[in-house]
């Protein structure tokens, strides 16, 4: 019994790091997103959602799944105590790496022009095309430096080294916001550059923040790395695997990983691609910067918001990886089922309440990031596309739990079903409902992938949720409930939306307490205590746990 709550608790301890990670890094994130946003203006943020939509899809392309097969690898090879073969894998995917990078970023510059004037569209004038297309040219130069982070970042994660794995993702973002604030405003407001610099200074940001995130994992790994060189040294058994075996294991792994990944962005990169062509061929050139207005407001405002519950995705996707790995090496589906629920009681606990929260304050979340410009269309965007979060962070984590447990073809499968749903719901979707369509049809791609993926793990380690599904319910009505007291206050204190550090008070302190009651009544029914693993949820308790 203790050393299933331990297993329980390490595996929790390791994604929640890797979650807390994210979650800072995310937060950061936000702090930059306002003053861009007003030194670039709202309709050039549209520039920025086309070109990191992009940038996503490239890094898949360049990393080509190969940090999450270094991250696998090392793991299974570590447990082993092979250090010959934990070396050799991180050289050889490293090396694999270097070589897809530099072949993406140059295909990035050659490439620039034409997915400039795909993305734009035919009416879109050509000053546009010439600032995203220089866009890109900037971007090319963090397609090749990202990679070579992810490798290292791989290589300690396999290593379950997930305090340094989450430490570098906070580095990086710090040094990105800092870098985009200050040129951002260098450029604009001293310096007095057509606000789209602005924008350019965003994009350089993302290379400054790789490079010393990238410098940072690899000093501080160095022990570990030193550490394994010697055992290697003193090993007497050959390793397991040749150079030869290990690309193969990691094209196995990486290649599979990489068109899953591919599919998994191809909701973001349909609504990049089609939008604003589609919106101006149905309704004229007319509405283009209308067009181009609300695009960049969901994809770029509403999108940056909506990253905070997808801590959860990436945090769990990473943290997941060493332990399911382990478990299926070890042959044991019983462990296999238990781990999987874990996960998803875990991440329900504390995404359902999140967008109950993201809801109920949707327009003074807007209003205190974006102020009162285009404020009641960004908060009805930002309110409805909280469907597409709570599916859109769960779908991420089955598709991790998919691969970590070698069921690729599966998840392919799965990923080209959603992939065409989204495309043959897109078109009519947007004819009718405008911006709203892509959240819809956005929606509709995750279900269908979580349908499918649970269909999967049920069929291959007869996964059994009535359990999770029965703390769904509770979570659900607790959550509901915790909404109750705070819209009462509310509907008592008129507020209109002109300050927004009285916005920010009052948002605080119903805050505050709709997490107390939450926390309360599911403390009471003794949710967390079988979710956590944890008997004692005092506070004073939680603390003690936090700092340690």
Not at 38 to 59: K, P, Q
Not at 285 to 303: C, D, F, H, M, T
Not at 470 to 494: D, E, G, H, W
Request: hydrophobic share 50%; proline share 3%; charged share 15%.
């Amino acid at each position: 019994m203790a050393n299933r709550e331990k297993m329980k608790q390490s595996l929790l301890i390791g994604a929640l790091t890797s979650s807390f990670g994210i979650f800072v890094s995310k937060l950061l994130g936000l702090l930059y997103y306002s003053p861009l946003s007003a030194i670039a203006g709202e309709s050039n943020m549209a520039f920025y959602s086309i070109v990191y939509t992009y940038y996503d899809l490239l890094l898949q392309i360049s990393q080509a799944g190969i940090p999450f097969a270094i991250a696998s690898l090392v793991a299974k090879y570590y447990s082993k105590e092979d250090y010959k073969t934990v070396l050799l894998v991180k050289k050889t995917g490293t090396n694999i790496i270097m070589g897809l990078s530099v072949v993406t970023g140059a295909f990035l510059l050659l490439m620039a022009g034409p997915i400039a004037r795909q993305s734009l569209g035919i009416s879109a004038p050509s000053k546009d095309i010439e600032a995203l297309k220089t866009m890109f040219f900037i971007l090319s130069i963090a397609v090749i430096l990202v990679p070579l982070l992810s490798a290292v970042r791989g290589y300690v994660q396999g290593l379950k080294r997930l305090d340094l794995y989450a430490s570098s993702q906070v580095l990086e973002q710090f040094v990105r916001v800092f870098s985009i604030i200050l040129f951002a405003y260098l450029f604009v407001k001293i310096l007095h550059f057509d606000s789209i610099w602005a924008i350019f200074a965003a994009i350089g940001a993302a290379s400054l923040g790789a490079l010393a995130a990238f410098l940072f994992t690899a000093i501080l790994s160095r022990n570990d790395a030193k550490g394994i060189e010697e055992a290697a040294k003193v090993q007497e058994e050959k390793g397991l695997m040749s150079r030869k075996e290990i690309i193969k294991e990691i094209l196995m792994l990486g290649v599979p990983y990489l068109i899953i990944s591919f599919l998994g962005t191809a909701g973001p990169l349909i609504n990049t691609t089609f939008f604003l062509d589609y919106m101006t061929k149905v309704n004229g050139p007319e509405i283009y910067e209308s067009a181009k207005l609300a695009s960049g407001i969901l994809q770029a405002n509403v999108a940056k918001i909506s990253n905070i519950p997808s801590v959860l995705a990436l945090g769990f996707g990473s943290g997941m990886v060493p332990y399911l790995s382990e478990s299926l090496e070890a042959r044991d589906n019983r462990r296999i089922t238990k781990q999987i629920n874990q996960i998803l009681d875990t991440v329900v606990y504390i995404l359902i309440p999140m967008i109950m929260i993201f809801i109920f304050f949707a327009r003074d979340i807007y209003f205190i990031m974006y102020g009162n410009y285009n404020l009641d269309l960004g908060t009805s965007l930002f309110a409805v596309s909280n469907i597409q979060i709570f599916l859109g962070t769960i779908a991420p984590i089955f598709s991790s739990m998919m691969m970590s447990l070698k069921l690729r073809k599966e998840a392919i499968i799965t990923l080209i079903v959603s992939f065409l749903a989204k495309l043959l719901t897109f078109f009519p979707l947007v004819r009718y409902f405008g911006a709203y369509g892509m959240i819809y049809s956005s929606g509709f791609y995750y279900l269908i992938q979580i349908i499918c993926y649970f269909y999967c793990l049920r069929r291959n380690f007869g996964i059994n949720i009535k359990t999770t599904t029965r703390r769904f319910i509770k979570i659900v009505i607790c959550s509901l409930l915790m909404v109750l007291p705070a819209y009462l206050i509310r509907s008592l204190i008129p507020f209109g939306y002109d300050s927004r550090i009285v916005d920010i008070l009052i948002m605080g302190i119903l805050g505050l307490i709709m997490l107390g009651i939450y926390y309360a009544l599911t403390v009471f029914i003794r949710l967390p205590q079988r979710i956590f693993g944890i008997k004692d949820m005092s506070i004073k308790n939680l603390l003690s746990r936090l700092r340690s």
